[in-house]
């Protein structure tokens, strides 16, 4: 049987006397598109880089595809894509040569992907050949994305990776994460503010609260059963906002 791709036991995790994650467990199965939300400073950042082995936790276990991500593995690692809500990029190169450093550490970089989404993204020759550093913050977080699709990851990490782009530029990349990205059978994890973005995307919804995640499942049935829930007291469907505010207040 195949490990599913993350599996979180207990996980704790606190700054000071503050508690961010609370015995904490969730488990992402293969194939599986979720937008994760949660109120301002829920720990939905915390959450993903300690699942994804960027910081390490008080207690509790994390494993990618049955491996603990303390010492995953080269392979396993180059399974996962991720998209950081601050890009990280290396200033100091220019997309070309951060591409170029990138892809010696992947062995499935896709060298076609990367140029059609490069052309695609505004990345003309001129660009291409910029410092980072010179760059925008939308033109960052465009090039960040491209560096998380560019090895066809198994699992895709995305912590509000449309925060910087314009409406256009968030049509794009919803575009090719539906049309390609998901079509692909790829696992993704989805953060964003943007609930009408999520609901262009996520099959699946998860609200963080308290530390642990408090609601899970498919968007559409948790719609489903809140419209049951409050029958004859609201009118109309509910919105995925009107959950949101139910579920995390």
């Known amino acids: 049987m195949t490990a599913s791709p993350i599996q979180m036991r207990g996980v704790a995790m606190r700054f000071g006397s503050k508690t961010v994650l609370d015995g904490l467990d969730w488990e992402v199965r293969r194939g599986q598109v979720i937008g994760l939300l949660g109120r301002n400073g829920a720990g939905k950042s915390t959450l993903m880089e300690c699942m994804l082995g960027l910081r390490e936790t008080d207690a509790g ?82 090039l960040s994305i491209i560096r998380a699709l560019a090895h066809d990851p198994e699992l895709l990490v995305l912590d509000e990776p449309v925060s910087a782009l314009d409406p256009a530029g968030r049509r794009a990349f919803l575009s090719e994460l539906i049309d390609d990205v998901i079509e692909r059978g790829t696992t993704v994890l989805f953060s964003t503010h943007i609930l009408t973005d999520l609901e262009r995307v996520a099959l699946d919804v998860a609200f963080l609260k308290d530390g642990r995640i408090v609601l899970q499942g498919p968007l559409d049935d948790l719609l489903e059963d809140a419209q049951r829930k409050h029958a004859g007291v609201r009118a109309g469907p509910p919105t995925l906002e009107e959950l949101f505010l139910e579920v995390t207040r």
Request: glycine letters at 6%; a positive charge.
């Open 61 to 142: 276990s994390v494993t990618l595809f049955g491996e603990p991500v303390a010492s995953l593995s080269d392979a396993s690692r180059a399974r996962v894509g991720y998209v950081p809500q601050k890009s990280d990029l290396f200033e100091w190169m220019t997309p070309l040569q951060m591409l170029d450093y990138f892809k010696a550490l992947y062995p499935r970089w896709n060298d076609e992907r990367v140029e059609l989404l490069l052309a695609r993204w505004g990345f003309d020759q001129l660009m291409r050949n910029k410092p980072i550093s010179r760059l925008s913050g939308g033109e960052k977080q465009r």
